[in-house]
């Protein structure tokens, strides 16, 4: 993975030859007829009005028919079945079946700006080594996010790729956000999108930069208060203050993601969908190469690369209703001996950690 002062580079380069494509192809068609027409073409068949669901639900597009001061949003209740649950080894079987329910209320400002919040509550219906909880089917809040987007802020005439930032607000009300003192996070993106095969193939990459603000360096819990989920090793923890103990887990203090997606719309009522994600986490402290650390450590802030697979398949049979059947994958970027990166999209070194789940929603949009 790429250090910290190289992403930045990258990252800097490449928004800097976007924008300057954008502003300069703007200016050199400036005046000509065939140019004009071309584009209206490009803004009709790349228009917001025509994103399908199923492309909503993962970049957060808006959908449908937008206009000023309409509310909308996306309902989604899923169903999930870890990849644990079919090993064969019955000794490192490890069933999970879970369920989320998500609730992304939307308000259109107009054609191009929309705010849109999101909270999600799931739950384990089974109970195995790897739950999280410390109660059997605890529902699980996740945190609350404020997102204010500007679709197609900015569109490169000859191609019609569009250019869409967002900032998001993310408020602590899950478990963990509270565990670890999080005050909030703020992310500032972008996607860039287009819309090829006379619109029956969606492109998308996004970029997102969070920076989490924490209370403190590291998760630390206090002896008098009943956290529902609390993470401590044995004779591990320093005793900070008094009533206030250390945990040794480090918070993140910001984080880097890359995704890309690809959805073939068969037509009105069918997608497949191929998303890919990188994300970079690094921790508030430094720490030192030192005889103490792995032979694949490196000096510096602590840093976290985990990579997201999607293969979906969408059904909307009804303008407002639909399902979506799916393989996802949620996991450590390189293997736990740090020799090899893990197939993105099905994890195949260790089944029983459901890192791989397979799903099943049923959304509303509205």
Same mark, same amino acid.
């Given at each position: ?16 030859? *976007? ?17 004009? $027409?071309?584009?209206? @073409? ?28 309409? !509310? ?53 219906? @089974?109970?195995?080594?790897?739950? $999280?909880?410390? #109660? #059997? ?6 945190? @609350? ?24 607000? *993310? ?17 500032? %993106? ?6 090829? %095969? ?10 997102? &930069?969070?920076?989490? &603000? ?10 008098? =208060? ?27 203090? !910001? ?17 497949? @969908? ?7 986490? !690094? ?28 293969? =979906? ?8 209703? *639909? ?5 996802? $994958? ?9 020799? $090899?990166?893990?197939?993105? &999209? ?5 089944? %029983?950690?459901?890192?791989?789940? &397979?799903?099943? =929603? ?5």
């Amino acid at each position: 993975m790429l250090s910290l002062g190289k992403r930045l580079l990258v990252v800097l380069i490449a928004v800097s030859l *976007g924008i300057g494509a954008f502003a300069d192809t703007s200016k050199d068609t400036k005046g000509t007829s065939t140019t004009k $027409s071309a584009q209206k @073409t490009k803004n009709k068949k790349n228009s917001g009005e025509e994103t399908p669901t199923s492309v909503a639900m993962q970049t957060g597009a808006p959908t449908g028919k937008v206009t000023n001061g309409r !509310f909308g949003g996306i309902i989604t209740f899923e169903q999930s079945l870890g990849l644990g649950t079919f090993v064969a080894d019955k000794y490192a079987r490890n069933p999970y079946y879970g369920m989320l329910l998500s609730l992304r209320p939307r308000y259109y400002i107009n054609k191009k700006m929309m705010l849109e919040l999101r909270f999600d509550i799931q739950t384990e219906l @089974t109970s195995s080594y790897t739950t $999280s909880t410390t #109660k #059997k089917h605890q529902f699980m809040p996740s945190d @609350t996010y404020l997102t204010f987007r500007y679709s197609s802020l900015l569109r490169e005439p000859h191609t019609g790729i569009t250019f869409s930032p967002y900032v998001r607000l *993310g408020f602590p009300s899950s478990y963990e956000s509270r565990f670890r003192d999080k005050y909030l996070s703020l992310a500032v %993106a972008f996607d860039l999108a287009d819309m090829l %095969a006379k619109g029956h193939l969606y492109l998308n990459y996004t970029f997102r &930069f969070t920076k989490n &603000f924490n209370k403190y360096t590291v998760a630390a819990v206090s002896t008098n =208060d009943q956290y529902p989920v609390a993470v401590a090793r044995f004779k591990g923890n320093e005793e900070l203050a008094t009533n206030l103990i250390a945990t040794g887990l480090q918070n993140t203090s !910001f984080s880097f993601l890359d995704s890309v997606m690809v959805s073939w719309i068969i037509n009105p009522k069918w997608t497949l @969908t191929l998303l890919f994600g990188i994300i970079n986490s !690094f921790t508030y402290k430094s720490f030192p190469k030192d005889q103490y650390a792995a032979a694949s450590a490196k000096s510096g802030r602590g840093q976290n690369d985990w990579t997201y697979g999607v293969l =979906d398949l969408t059904y909307q049979p009804w303008r407002h209703y *639909g399902f979506s059947w799916g393989i996802s $994958s949620y996991q450590p970027a390189k293997t736990a001996n740090d020799k $090899s990166f893990r197939f993105p &999209f099905f994890d195949f070194s260790t089944e %029983a950690n459901n890192y791989t789940n &397979f799903y099943f =929603d049923v959304f509303a949009s509205f």
